[in-house]
Nanobody, 127 residues
């Protein structure tokens, strides 16, 4: 059974940084991607960033480009989202999710393709 555990959220002032972690276990697929999503109150869940296991291809939403960095530690089966220069509008519950594929499949990926989801971690950025 696939399990994704997200952690690292918290309260930070605008301009600060946080690092989220997504620890994955139970994968039986060779190729997969891990994505980070967020959902603010009253808003739809949106994609933030994702990374492919096969070649390390990454994707960032325009709103976080230049501020967030996604990276994976395959030895630890963990994907990190380093968030710098945080803004109040980054406040949301952040989720990590996994999708599985075979062959070549580069990001970005539709949210509907992510079949396994972790619990959320709250990120609050104060002004």
């Amino acid at each position: 059974e696939v399990q994704l555990v997200a952690s690292g959220g918290g309260l930070v002032q605008a301009g600060g940084s946080l690092r989220l972690s997504c620890a994955a276990s139970g994968f039986t697929f060779d190729d997969y991607a891990i994505g980070w999503f967020r959902q603010a109150p009253g808003k739809e869940r949106e994609g933030v960033s994702c990374i492919s296991s096969s070649d390390g291809s990454t994707y960032y939403a325009d709103s976080v480009k230049g501020r967030f960095t996604i990276a994976s530690d395959n030895a630890k089966n963990t994907v990190y989202l380093q968030m710098n220069s945080l803004k109040p509008e980054d406040t949301a519950v952040y989720y990590c999710a996994a999708l599985y594929y075979s062959g070549s499949y580069s990001p970005p990926y539709p949210i509907a393709d992510f079949g396994s989801w972790g619990q959320g971690t709250q990120v609050t950025v104060s002004s």
